[in-house]
């Protein structure tokens, strides 16, 4: 890290809990990498605390992001919403810039440049099971859509919440489950876990993988410091799957190009993310 001077950016992620972020590790990696005056920390607050932490980091010439459980309030807090944020009704990253505080989602891309590399291309004519109805899975229903999936069936634990999602961003390509029996032998080129099941280690699977007659491909947006069970489980049964570590670092890197107005260094983010993995996993 360069010198912190008084003209250091300040940026910062906020949320409850944030102790585990490894959002720190990319960015300040980024920043090392591009030699930018910025230095990147957690804060660890409530969504009063949140709002209060936006202003004053973006009138101060700084930015950050903002995480679980807070992305939602941060989105009515923002002046100037992109239209990812006026879509998902969800904001990720902030920035101050002429007196204002700018506020966009980059899981919707990050999400999508994730698929992309992922997939080799994009989701086009993708038939979809989309697991989960929260923030993330806003994100990546909007991803889908823009990057013209077919059909997408979303099973939620609470179905009115799959439907109010489906509402907001769906449209005629867009199904909502009942129960995960609307999904039995149907067949999918790909499956996306945005549920939390395999943040804790107790979590049961968020889809038992053999109900369906085939599932072309696994994406799991949790990640930790080894490859989630969801994806242990795809790839025994010989279904390519990635956790959510690829897609951590593509919003990062959308985040880093607002803040800066330059391209990151996602070498650099996912050899930061690797190194912070295997520490945390022999520790
Ligand atoms: P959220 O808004 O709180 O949504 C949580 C989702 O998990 C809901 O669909 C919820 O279902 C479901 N869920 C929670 N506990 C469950 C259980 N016991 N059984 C079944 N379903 C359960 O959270 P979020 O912001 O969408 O984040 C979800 C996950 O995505 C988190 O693990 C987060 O770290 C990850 N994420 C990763 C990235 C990345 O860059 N890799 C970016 C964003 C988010 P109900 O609606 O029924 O409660």
Redesign the pocket.
């Known amino acids: 890290m360069s010198l912190i001077t008084a003209g250091t950016r300040l940026f910062a992620i906020l949320g409850d809990p944030v102790e585990h972020s490894l959002s720190p590790v990319i960015q300040n990696a980024a920043f090392a990498e591009a030699g930018v005056d910025g230095v990147y920390v957690a804060i660890h607050c409530d969504a009063a605390g949140m709002v209060g932490f936006m202003s004053g980091l973006g009138r101060a010439g700084g930015g950050g992001n903002v995480t679980?459980?807070h992305?939602e309030k941060a989105a009515t807090v923002v002046d100037k919403p992109s239209e990812a944020v006026r879509r998902t009704g969800a904001c990720n990253t902030f920035w101050g810039q002429d007196g204002q505080i700018h506020g966009d989602n980059t899981?919707v891309e990050?999400f999508g440049r994730a698929l992309l590399h992922f997939l080799a291309g994009p989701p086009e004519g993708f038939r979809v099971l989309l697991l989960?109805?929260?923030?993330?899975?806003r994100a990546a229903l909007m991803g889908l859509i823009d990057g013209e999936a077919a059909d997408v069936l979303i099973l939620?634990?609470?179905v009115e919440?799959a439907r109010a999602v489906a509402r907001r961003i769906g449209g005629d390509r867009v199904r909502v489950a009942e129960s995960p029996f609307d999904a039995d032998d149907g067949s999918f080129d790909l499956v996306v876990n945005?549920?939390?099941?395999g943040?804790s280690a107790e979590d049961e699977l968020?889809f038992d993988l053999e109900r369906v007659s085939r599932a072309g491909a696994v994406m799991d947006?949790?990640?930790g410091p080894d490859s989630t069970p969801f994806v242990a489980a795809a790839r025994r049964l010989g279904i390519p799957a990635v956790d959510?570590g690829e897609?951590?670092v593509h919003?990062g890197a959308v985040a880093f190009e607002r803040w800066w107005g330059e391209t990151a260094s996602i070498h650099a983010m996912k050899s930061a993310l690797q190194g912070a993995r295997s520490l945390d996993a022999g520790a």
Request: glycine fraction near 18%.
């Open positions: 679980l459980p992305k899981d990050g989960g109805a929260g923030g993330a899975a939620n634990r609470t919440r945005t549920t939390r099941l943040l968020p947006l949790v990640y959510g897609m951590l919003q």
